[in-house]
């Protein structure tokens, strides 16, 4: 019930009268605010300033502005398919949609906390094309994203740099059906054509063969970092000429984990075994029942909490420092411990001084006292 104005380029507004006021979203749908026209303002907004909700050019490097879209949680869902294009970008004039966390941005996160929530922000189309991006220098960050039978997030343009995906739960919504992929980047596009994702959960994409929770394909450089895919045919598939580095993913209960050619693939956790490829490999059920060994990995896989159950999971402490993940889905600081934990969790338990590890021999000699 308390708000902080600012003005349209981040000003401290100016107090012009003293009547009541009414406060809307300026437009109900991601899709609404793309389109940038006067039709698709806020209905509730007196039509007299329906203009002035809406950016004069989508020129947004000849303003020098980034562009920030907020996504708010509702009692329905966002249900317009969106299309991101016809803007004009740079490296720092980017456009970030995303749900706002932060407590200088919103007084209630909007934001899922790692597992789906049905009263944070839902993105759910319908549709066989969830979110299509084809502008460059875009970010999609901390989003609820549902699919029903097709893609989640489709990205491709002739020439397409800084995309970055993090922090969202994309769930398929269909674990037995075809043609459906959680993150694609298609390949028409140019060498330069730059991908980061991380921090993401991926399941339920489908089970036959064409179908992968994140693809690249030719000319694509990806950076695929600390994403959980879980109950896809294909994890993660390099196609084509991609190249594609993978590091500190967890990617299980899948046909394929990892497919195709990869630049560099290092300190991913797997129940596939993958000693072969993968250097720091780490082995999520070295046991012979596969869903045993993913409970001590996870606090609750089979509802969908992939955090980590605990520092006995083997994705604890096992993963590599990345500079650009700088902390986990839920916004902990990574890393916790010594090192970077796998997947999209930063264990956030207690971390004792010090513990013992399961399996070996321990011998104990002496007056011991434990505290």
């Known amino acids: 019930t308390t708000y902080e104005l600012q003005s349209a380029t981040g000003t401290i507004p100016m107090a012009t009268t003293s009547a009541s006021v009414s406060i809307f979203r300026a437009h109900e749908f991601l899709d609404d605010w793309e389109d940038q026209e006067i039709a698709d303002v806020n209905d509730g907004i007196d039509e007299s300033v329906d203009q002035d909700v809406l950016i004069a050019k989508m020129d947004l490097t000849a303003s020098n502005t980034a562009m920030f879209v907020p996504c708010y949680a509702s009692t329905s869902v966002d249900n317009l398919e969106a299309t991101i294009s016809g803007w004009t970008t740079a490296t720092a004039t980017y456009i970030k949609i995303y749900t706002p966390v932060n407590s200088l941005e919103v007084g209630e996160s909007q934001r899922h906390s790692g597992i789906w929530d049905d009263t944070k922000y839902r993105y759910i189309p319908g549709s066989s094309y969830t979110l299509r991006i084809y502008e460059e220098n875009t970010r999609i960050e901390g989003l609820q994203m549902r699919g029903t039978d097709g893609t989640g997030i489709y990205v491709s343009n002739s020439n397409i740099v800084n995309i970055y995906i993090s922090h969202n739960i994309l769930d398929g919504d269909n674990p037995s059906g075809n043609s459906n992929y959680g993150i694609i980047l298609l390949d028409t596009v140019a060498p330069t054509s730059t991908a980061y994702i991380y921090n993401n959960i991926i399941y339920d994409f489908g089970t036959q063969d064409d179908c992968f929770g994140i693809g690249g394909s030719n000319n694509w450089q990806e ?19 991609s190249r594609m580095t993978a590091k500190n993913n967890a990617v299980f209960n899948n046909t394929d984990d990892f497919s195709g050619s990869f630049t560099t693939l290092d300190y991913n956790a797997s129940d596939d075994d993958m000693s072969g490829d993968d250097p720091h490999w780490i082995d999520i059920s070295p046991g012979a029942v596969e869903a045993d060994d993913w ?12 955090s980590i159950k605990d520092y006995f999971s083997p994705l604890y402490d096992s993963g590599t420092n990345i500079v650009i993940v700088d902390d986990d889905i839920i916004g902990t600081a990574r890393p916790r411990d010594k090192s970077t934990d796998v997947g999209a969790f930063e264990f956030t338990g207690l971390i004792p001084k010090y513990r013992f590890k399961e399996g070996g021999e321990y011998r104990i000699k002496g007056n011991i006292k434990f505290k």
């Open 223 to 241: 950076f695929i970092y600390n994403n959980t895919v879980y109950g896809t045919y294909h994890g993660i598939a390099a196609g084509g000429t």
């Open 295 to 306: 409970a001590k990995a996870f606090t609750d896989y089979t509802n969908y909490d992939f």
